[in-house]
């Protein structure tokens, strides 16, 4: 049974039209977190929360958003998708930040931008 | 900030070869991570491993963290261990968290 899913897969958006990208986890972790993965890069972290906490890297654009409206869900929002904010994103869970920072990763959405 | 460096960026070989990877990292770490992308882009965690050695199976890592590196073995080679391995570093609490360039892997039938 999958253990972090993420919808959709597939996402294609518009120049400047916002998108929002959903991950959901079945595992009860306290922690989740969303990378960024371009063509032929490794991923990127770009922010997570432990519980309702939310920590952003520091390099991570304002651009990007994230909410958590309970333990189960995670959202990625894009404002303003440029041509440069396509690739893969990826989101991750762990138990706790001690343990491990992204311990269980989903399938990724793979986003197009038009 | 923390620099991660892995080699080879790329290695071929025959089904049932053994092989090492390996990751250097700048600074001192209390996290260090290997994963697999397989080529459908599924990223997997192998090893959590800041120090010491580990084995799973056919794989093993090990870490000498006093002189900033890490080594992940491969051994008996199966097509199925193709993809990209990278190795990941950072802070305790998920800070800074740094994914290494990957060393890219095909074995062949």
């Known amino acids: ?114 | 900030g923390i620099q991660v460096e892995q080699s080879p960026p790329d290695l071929i070989l025959q089904e049932g070869a053994n092989s090492t990877l390996r990751c250097n990292f700048s600074d001192s770490v209390n996290n260090l991570q290997w994963f697999h992308q397989n080529p459908w882009g599924q990223l997997i965690n192998l090893f959590y491993i800041p120090s010491g050695t580990k084995q799973n199976g056919r794989l093993s890592a090990t870490t000498v963290a006093t002189e900033r590196y890490s080594l992940l073995y491969i051994s008996s080679s199966q097509t199925t261990d193709s993809g990209v391995y990278f190795c990941a570093v950072g802070g305790d609490y998920g800070q800074n968290f740094v994914f290494g360039p990957g060393t890219r892997l095909s074995v062949l039938p």
Request: proline share 6%; glycine share 6%; aromatic share 14%.
């Open chain 1, 1 to 114: 049974d999958a253990m972090v899913i993420q919808n959709p897969r597939y996402q294609v958006t518009q120049f400047g039209k916002p998108v929002t990208l959903s991950c959901s986890q079945t595992l009860n972790h306290n922690v989740m977190y969303w990378y960024q993965q371009k063509s032929s890069q490794a991923p990127k972290l770009l922010f997570h929360y432990y519980d309702k906490d939310f920590n952003n890297e520091a390099d991570t654009p304002d651009n990007f958003q994230s909410r958590r409206p309970n333990t189960s869900f995670c959202f990625l929002d894009i404002r303003s998708p440029g041509l440069g904010d396509a690739a893969m994103y990826l989101c991750a869970t762990s138990r706790d930040l001690a343990v491990a920072a992204g311990g269980y990763f989903g399938p990724g959405t793979r986003l197009t931008v038009t």
